[in-house]
């Protein structure tokens, strides 16, 4: 038996279930600290209202972060995003302000739009074993460019029509349309990711996927997957997002949300070289990061240090993981 074993065995057990929640649970406890510390620096911070209105915002990242968790787990990266929810909410606007559309042809046509090019992303990928950060720059700088010439540069507006905006501003008791949408998504494909056989290969591919692929596994098609899944997402948080006002302005929509999405999955403590990420801990890495943002904003700091912020914790989270290795 190692030293190390030897040492955990002749912990004391109260150490050795602190050590245990701390593993498991530290993002919770994390949390809790940066909203305990907010309410005391902005008071105003943890009035109900101003959660629940944060929790909406979070909620369009959190969506798209769901799907990101996946492609970060196999070791990939999904720089279209922001691009794939502007071209997919413009497609969604143009035909929901089309008169006698049926409002399901849009939010089905917004999803399929989203979810092609999510696999065009996996398809190049994995058949020409180009890089993922390059492939998925491109499409999406052509995703935004197609959403631009959809709508010749413009902001469009919908039918504000209420069975439409209640979507994306409606709630169920005090709890917004969105939020519940975020934690359905993240609490299905986190039971994905830890209790079904495509999960235990999304973490097989990320951790080595020479192996997986000896073990009888395909690990071009658990990628593919997982970056359909993310465009699939892209389409839900462009529903989300653009049924609140019925509006879209093309040039600034999506701006940075892939990067919000991956600074959450990161903070939540998964590996950008893939095998380890967990669903819960990306939605509290969104949830911290969202709530740094609105801190920022009550105390009245500077909103283009937010982009300073974030960096900076992208970098500790990963330096952090440097460190565990």
Not at 304 to 318: N, Q, Y
């Amino acid at each position: 038996m190692s030293t190390k074993a030897l040492t955990e065995q002749n912990q004391n057990p109260f150490l050795r279930f602190v050590k245990l929640i701390w593993s498991e649970y530290s993002i919770i406890l994390v949390t809790i600290l940066i909203f305990t510390v907010a309410g005391l620096i902005a008071p105003r911070f943890v009035q109900v209202s101003n959660i629940m209105i944060m929790l909406r915002q979070a909620s369009i990242i959190g969506v798209l972060s769901v799907g990101m968790t996946f492609v970060i787990i196999t070791g990939g990266i999904d720089l279209s995003s922001g691009g794939v929810v502007t071209v997919a909410g413009a497609v969604l606007l143009i035909l929901q302000g089309t008169p006698d559309m049926p409002l399901i042809v849009a939010i089905l046509a917004c999803f399929g739009a989203a979810t092609v090019l999510g696999l065009i992303n996996g398809l190049i990928i994995t058949k020409f074993r180009v890089p993922a950060f390059i492939v998925t720059l491109a499409i999406g700088i052509i995703a935004r460019s197609i959403a631009l010439y959809l709508v010749d540069g413009q902001a469009i507006t919908g039918n504000r029509v209420p069975e439409f905006t209640e979507i994306g501003t409606g709630s169920l008791g005090f709890m917004p349309n969105a939020l519940m949408v975020w934690i359905v998504m993240s609490v299905i494909f986190g039971c994905v990711l830890k209790f079904t056989k495509y999960g235990s290969y999304t973490y097989a591919v990320g951790g080595n996927e020479l192996a997986s692929k000896y073990s009888g596994m395909s690990p071009n098609k658990i990628k593919i997957v997982a970056y359909g899944l993310t465009g699939f997402c892209a389409g839900l948080a462009a529903l989300l997002d653009f049924s609140r006002m019925a509006a879209i302005s093309v040039p600034t929509a999506g701006y940075l949300y892939e990067f919000d999405a991956i600074t959450g999955v990161v903070v939540g403590g998964a590996l950008l070289s893939g095998g380890r990420g967990k669903m819960l801990n990306t939605f509290f890495g969104v949830i911290i990061i969202m709530t740094i943002g609105n801190l920022m904003n009550r105390l009245e700091i500077s909103p283009f240090l937010m982009g300073l912020v974030k960096g900076i914790v992208i970098l500790t989270a990963v330096l952090l993981q440097k460190r565990e290795k």
